[in-house]
Structure formats: structure tokens, C-alpha cells
């Protein structure tokens, strides 16, 4: 079974601090994802890698940065928290192929920022 | 772009009753579609996918079937029960490194 984990399920951070979300995947998927949750607005994609040191910005990548040092490991950087970005990240990862694969969630990052 | 629609919740239904969730989509191309759950606390998992016009998936007594003359893949349940009780999102995605698109998602309440 694929597994994706990720390192906090909940966390509180203050304003201005800097937060890393780490996720971790074990079954050598090159692409990994990151995305956010919020009520009403559904998922929304943060950014994403093809691989190892590449990245592509997703629909809101203001306020994040990431980092893809090792194939199984993507960290989301929030560079200075803020209130707005309370919120459930999800980390997802999926096989490239020809075709259209299966993308594998973890159980989410629930970050509150005060 | 490529975007989906869902209804929107929540949807509370009683035990056994009959469930749809609509899900229309727009997109250039091809794509293949997913229908994720989310339970309570939880991430998302695949609850089933179709990847070419007129497939039907299928798990765990749910089914959705990819219309292409109405670019829509409905969820629908016969009996529903209170384990169901969940988030459920459409997704589609057109290409193989592409990232999923998803809907909304809508909330589904079973009372017993």
C-alpha cells in the first residue's frame, strides 16, 4: 500500500514565525503535491514537483515556498505565518506515467496561526 | 481551464435512502475523472475513477459513470448508510504529470 505521511497532524504557530511541513512518501512517486483545504472553497493547489529540485507553482503559491531535496521527501515553507494561512494542508503524491495515475493523500496538517 | 462543479452541500439523507451527488466538468481533451472521500479527520482516498467515455466505476456500492455527451460523472448510491457519512469530491485530471483538479466538495450526512 502507497503511505504518505506527514509530520504534524495538528500545530499552532504564531505570526511572522517561520513553519515547515514536511511530507513524506514511500512508494517512489516522482510527482508530490501540496495542497490546502479550507470550508467553501474546496482544495486548492499550492505548488507541485515532477521530480527531485524541481518545483511549479500551483493556483496560490503567495506566501509558501518548497523545497524537494530527496525524491521522497516535499517540505512546504511558510516563510512568515500569517492568520490567513490557518488552514488543513494535504501533501498527495502519485507515479508519473504515460498515463493518468492515481494521486495518494495524507491525513492532513491542521495549522492554526494566531 | 479545466474545471468541475459540484452540487453543493450538504445533503442529509436518511439511512438506506437513495444518494446522487451531480459532478459536471470542462476541459480540453480527454480527462479522467475521480470521485475522493474524505472522512471525518482524515485525508483524502480514491473512491473510484473512469478514463475514457462510458466507463462506469465502482467500490464499495457507489458508481459513477463518465458521460461525455454531458460531460458529467454523477455519484449514486442505492442505500446509504452512516458510515458514509463523509466529504466527497469530483476530480478530473487530463494528462499524466498533471495535478488534479477538484471540486468543491460536498458534505453528506446519513442519520440513522
Known amino acids: 500500500d502507497v503511505k504518505v505521511t506527514q509530520s504534524s497532524r495538528y500545530l499552532v504557530k504564531r505570526t511572522g514565525e517561520k513553519v515547515f511541513l514536511e511530507c513524506v512518501q514511500d512508494m517512489d512517486h516522482e510527482n508530490m503535491f501540496w495542497y490546502r483545504q479550507d470550508p467553501g472553497l474546496g482544495l486548492r493547489l499550492i505548488y507541485f514537483?515532477?521530480?527531485?529540485?524541481?518545483?511549479e507553482k500551483g493556483d496560490i503559491p503567495e506566501g509558501y515556498s518548497v523545497s524537494r531535496e530527496k525524491k521522497e521527501r516535499f517540505s512546504l515553507i511558510l516563510e512568515s505565518a500569517s492568520t490567513n494561512q490557518t488552514s488543513m494542508y494535504l501533501c498527495?503524491?502519485?507515479?508519473?506515467?504515460?498515463?493518468?495515475?492515481?494521486?495518494?493523500f495524507g491525513p492532513g496538517t491542521r495549522l492554526l496561526v494566531l | 481551464g479545466n474545471s468541475v462543479t459540484q452540487m453543493e452541500g450538504p445533503v442529509t439523507l436518511s439511512e438506506e435512502a437513495f444518494l446522487t451527488i451531480n459532478c459536471t466538468y470542462t476541459a480540453t481533451g480527454y480527462p479522467s475523472l475521480f470521485w475522493y472521500v474524505q472522512y471525518p479527520g482524515e485525508g483524502l482516498q480514491l473512491l473510484l475513477k473512469?478514463?475514457?467515455?462510458?466507463d462506469k466505476g465502482s467500490n464499495k456500492g457507489f458508481e459513477a459513470t463518465y458521460r461525455k455527451e454531458t460531460t458529467s460523472f454523477h455519484l449514486e448510491k442505492g442505500s446509504v448508510q452512516v458510515s458514509d457519512s463523509a466529504v466527497y469530491f469530483c476530480?478530473?485530471?487530463?494528462?499524466?504529470?498533471?495535478?488534479?483538479?477538484f471540486g468543491k466538495g460536498t458534505r453528506l450526512s446519513v442519520i440513522a
Open positions: 473512469a478514463t475514457k467515455a462510458d
Open positions: 514537483s515532477y521530480d527531485v529540485k524541481m518545483k
Open positions: 476530480a478530473l485530471s487530463d494528462s499524466g504529470n498533471t495535478p488534479l483538479v
Open positions: 498527495a503524491s502519485k507515479k508519473s506515467t504515460g498515463t493518468v495515475e492515481t494521486q495518494y
